[in-house]
């Protein structure tokens, strides 16, 4: 039986996933229902996309019997509250990074799903790339490819100060929630899901409040290290390497949607599948891996995924919370 969608929000990234749903098994998957903020614009993506019912409103979503999970597509600052009424209502969710603008949110949402039994994901779709899980492979394996781990580095630059989400504080805009997160959550992953020891944040500031560069160095046990850089400035290389005692992992393709990995030199492709529609996103046919993701544990009964569990989203948002303090950046929300 396929597994039954319901997306909330017709925005970019809803299109997106949209599209790497059609390149899965209809039989596995199937989009039943949108909600949006107006029923036009949920009519009007629901007929783009072959979507059978179209809602102006997240609670007709959330009492809608037909749906099995929720996929989370609206801009971070609703997801506490958003995310808050479809746990309420039972509803599993997967819900689009960052997981919501605080620790405190975050804790919110953990608490929600336990309490009525359901699934939730934080999508990091990084996680669930084809080489993310090799790089999970190589690194667990006992051989061990590079040795011991001793240094991560992992850079994103975009140039966004032209989109308004990127960079007005009301829309919880910045490097650090926006991109950043992918850098810090594959850290994370390579060390699996340590906390680090020590965090030293600095950053360039925007007028407008929020981080428009952050370099963020992190020290773990063993004496271990980690440097993340990103920026809503300027590009920058867009990969992730991992230096160990006996050898070198490079991601690449971008490190957050990868197609390619380089083991010691050797270098392996990972092809994505074709969209049937223009994407707005670099290598968006890659949401179709945390769809299926999502798809295996509910089918397992799991309330969280492997990949990306809540401890590892609580950790991720508390070290972001962390470097936001450190360099001055502040939400409203911090102080709700």
Known sequence: MATRWGLCGAGKISHDFSVAMKTLPPGDHQIAAIAARSLEGAQEFARKHGIPRAYGSYEELASDPDIDVVYLGVLHTQHWRVGLLFLKAGKNVLCEKPFAMNSGQVTDLIAASRTSSSFLMEAIWSRCFPVHAE???LLAEEEEAVGQVKLVEASFG???LH????VEKELGG?????IGV???QFVLMVFNGERPQSIQATGVLLDSGVDESMVVVMKFSENRMASCTFSIAVPLPNDATISGTKGTIRVLGPMHCPTTLVVNGKETQYPLPEPCLPMNFTNST???YEAEEVRQCLLKGLKESPRMPLSESALLTEIMDEA???VGVVFSQDSQ
């Open 135 to 137: 790089v999970r492979r």
């Open 158 to 160: 975009s140039p966004q």
């Open 163 to 166: 989109i308004p989400r990127s």
């Open 174 to 178: 910045g490097a650090l929630l926006d």
């Open 182 to 184: 992918y850098c810090l």
């Open 286 to 288: 890659g949401l179709r």
């Open 324 to 326: 936001r303090k450190q």
